[in-house]
């Protein structure tokens, strides 16, 4: 036997927008292998068809012992037409800092290349596909209970779908762990941990609505159900789980 382990799964995307509650907007499968080197890659496959233009995301990500980016691919078709792909690679040379490489093409953009430095601390790499948002919640310390707290992320773009060719940005935003609650979804009944993203800037320059979601409460972090609120009106439910 190889020396891994993998979760699969799949989420279902709807909508909770009045003129199509509760259609099938959307959907990713996802695949988590934790490696015997302690490292973590992460595979998804995202479609979201509403609102328009659709979106076709496929991410492949990984996780240092850690649970530190080491390097992510990000490619993009938007309304059926290559929008871009990319390759970052994080270097974690410096005492409580790091550096972050991107190589990105797209036809909007050209070829790009991009290296950034930071002094602070990185508290993850924002995916974008629901389960990476889930995974990212492991950098919450819940011994201390419910508590809030500012997380700093980069993102391979700060609009609030990824619908844009792979280029790094900050991204500042509060998250914060409210309590434990057992949820019953299509994939079985768990014991979770409820979060909550709160934009109190304006991420992509439009403020990103509240986002709650509900995470395995164990190791593994495998999103469960949640739902952001205002203009994007849409909720997540995790329908299959194999492990």
């Known amino acids: 036997m190889m020396p891994h382990r993998t979760v699969r799964g799949r989420v279902r995307y709807t909508s909770k927008k009045p003129e199509m509650m509760d259609a099938e907007r959307g959907r990713e499968w996802f695949a988590f292998t934790h490696h015997a080197d302690g490292t973590t890659t992460l595979r998804a496959q995202c479609e979201i068809e509403e609102p328009h233009p659709q979106v076709l995301r496929d991410i492949v990500y990984s996780l240092d012992p850690a649970g530190r980016p080491m390097d992510c691919l990000v490619r993009l078709t938007v309304g059926g037409a290559y929008m871009g792909a990319g390759f970052i690679r994080f270097e974690w040379t410096k005492p409580g800092g790091f550096a972050a490489e991107c190589e990105s093409h797209g036809p909007s953009i050209g070829r790009l290349s991009q290296r950034i430095e930071r002094s602070h601390a990185l508290d993850g790499f924002g995916t974008h596909p629901i389960v990476g948002d889930g995974y990212l919640t492991r950098c919450m310390d819940v011994t201390k209970g419910p508590h809030r707290r500012t997380v700093h992320v980069l993102v391979p773009s700060p609009d609030h779908r990824g619908a844009t060719p792979p280029m790094l940005a900050d991204v500042s935003i509060d998250l914060e762990y409210e309590g434990d609650e057992e949820v019953t979804v299509a994939a079985g009944t768990f014991a979770c941990r409820r979060f ?39 909720w997540y439910e995790l329908v299959e789980l194999s492990r």
């Open 196 to 234: 909550s993203f709160i934009d109190t800037g304006a991420m992509g320059g439009k403020q990103h609505p509240p986002y709650r979601m509900w995470v395995t409460a164990d190791d593994d972090a495998v999103f469960v159900q949640g739902g952001v609120g205002g203009y994007m009106a849409t």
